[in-house]
């Protein structure tokens, strides 16, 4: 099978490099172009990186002798990966998907917008069928697709199985995020050594918010959006990768311990799709009581995991647990590609 030819726009920054390191050997998808700022374009990305690669011990071969162009929509590709910053991704994204190409993105700016597919394959495939309604509606002969906020992701895998079993009413949720969430380089030593910052901007709303889209029903034009209420407080702490987030939840059902521990076991969506990036079990619980914990699990079914712990009976609401999610895998890049894979097999690319 000839692979899809696949063009990455913000290629020089930390979920950029993670999409270049994860597309190494990739059986589907061969990266042909390499995009970024005018200050980048022009020399290799070898070149262009040497002083900044910061993910891995060494860029991949395969990489280094590729043009650094800019982020302009004349680029030789099938599809595009953005890992484009928010405060320049929303016309970018749209200049590619007006002159026809997919747009696989990991910006917030159309994450919420009523005709863009907000995914995570495992929960909402069929959200994809968007795309239609958005190329009509906006004339365009490509289209954009997006990938929800970091902490979002691994939250809403652990909450599908309970939306689905028993109905959910009220989530609480505090996220304790890592460092490389903030980009390179990220928060200054000084604020965090010894520390831990109670905000990080914008942050709560989508985690409040893109949860409901993700869970909610797709209508021809647009989502009904679930009824659950969320409260999110997020934090950054001194972790390198991996989010960790405390969740408590209010059931619509009740359920009993082992109902639960059931449904996170049994939760094996989608398998019929082959995706190759797709985990064989995006849950993962571990018994130990000491567990999750970034050190140890950010890494399991190669970071595309949400990696559980702790369930147990909630004073306030009805149960609580951790929830751990590598944030550059899983929460960014990898979700862009798991996406990127689900565009081929629905037949939007390719």
């Known amino acids: 099978m000839a692979k899809l030819s696949v063009g990455i726009l913000g290629a020089t920054g930390m979920v950029g490099q993670t999409l270049v390191q994860l597309l190494e050997n990739h059986p589907w998808f061969k990266v042909t172009e390499l995009a970024a700022s005018e200050k980048s374009a022009g020399d290799s990305y070898g070149k262009v990186m040497k002083n900044r690669w910061n993910i891995s011990p060494s860029i991949p071969k395969y990489a280094q002798d590729i043009v650094v162009k800019e982020c302009k929509p004349d680029l030789d590709c099938d599809i595009v990966l953005s890992a484009l910053d928010s405060g320049v991704a929303k016309e970018v994204e749209e200049d590619f998907a007006r002159k026809g190409y997919a747009v696989s993105s990991n910006a917030k700016n159309h994450r919420m917008d009523p005709d863009v597919p907000l995914l995570i394959p495992e929960i909402n495939a069929d959200h994809v069928d968007l795309i239609r309604s958005q190329q009509k509606k ?147 619980y571990l018994e130990q009581d000491n567990r999750p914990q970034p050190k140890l699990d950010v890494n399991l079914e190669n970071g595309m995991a949400s990696v559980i712990g702790r369930l147990r009976p909630c004073n306030i609401l009805d149960y609580k647990f951790i929830v751990l999610g590598h944030n550059l895998v899983r929460g960014a890049a990898g979700a862009a590609i798991l996406n990127a894979e689900l565009l081929k097999v629905k037949g939007y690319v390719g």
């Open 138 to 284: 906006r004339g365009w002969d490509g289209f954009i697709v997006t990938d929800p906020n970091c902490s979002t992701i691994h939250l809403t895998l652990a909450l599908k199985p309970l939306f689905d079993s028993f109905g959910l009413d009220k989530v609480m949720v505090t996220t304790m995020q890592a460092l490389s969430g903030a980009g390179y380089p990220g928060v200054s030593s000084m604020d965090i050594v010894d520390n831990m910052v109670p905000f990080i901007n914008d942050e709560e709303d989508k985690v409040e918010t893109e949860p409901l889209k993700i869970l909610g029903n797709a209508g021809r034009n647009s989502i009904d959006y679930a009824k659950i209420k969320i409260s999110a407080q997020c934090t950054r702490v001194a972790v390198k990768y991996g989010h960790t987030e405390s969740v408590s939840v209010k059931l619509r059902e009740k359920a009993s311990k082992e109902d639960i521990l059931r449904s996170f076991e049994e939760f094996r969506p989608n398998k019929s799709l082959g995706l190759p990036s797709s985990p064989k079990h995006p849950i993962v």
